[in-house]
């Protein structure tokens, strides 16, 4: 079983930043791919931004200059600095992890329970 627990969010003005973090913890053996998710209201879940294990990252073209995602892998955390926010940027933000054993076919893809971040202007 693996554990995820976000933290960080809160409310802000437009063009205020916040930084989320996201601690996993439990039979975690490998980490692979860590990134983060968010789901405004009414509208679907989106990809925001994915760091793998090896430092690499990729973004969400809306967040693209605005957002950086980083990693401590030896805390098992993944972070979201997230700048010049705007209203639209206004979610739920979820911290998905992927890993397993590389030496066996034990692969695990877990989400958390979410940060609320609002902006308002």
């Known amino acids: 079983q693996v554990r995820l627990v976000e933290s960080g969010g809160g409310l802000v003005q437009s063009g205020g930043s916040l930084r989320l973090s996201c601690v996993a913890s439990?039979?975690?053996?490998?980490?692979?791919?860590m990134g983060w998710y968010r789901q405004g209201p009414g509208r679907p879940r989106e990809w925001v931004a994915t760091?793998?294990?090896?430092?690499?990252?990729d973004y969400t073209e809306s967040v693209k200059g605005r957002f950086y995602i980083s990693r401590d892998i030896r805390k098992n955390t993944v972070y979201l600095s997230m700048n010049n926010l705007r209203p639209e940027d206004t979610a739920l933000y979820v911290c998905?992890?992927?890993?397993?054993?590389?030496?066996?076919?034990?692969?695990?893809?877990?989400y958390g329970q979410g940060t609320q971040v609002t902006v308002v202007s």
């Open positions: 998905r992890v992927e890993g397993g054993n590389p030496h066996s076919d034990w692969e695990y893809d877990y």
């Open positions: 439990g039979s975690l053996h490998t980490i692979y791919d």
């Open positions: 760091i793998n294990a090896g430092g690499n990252t």
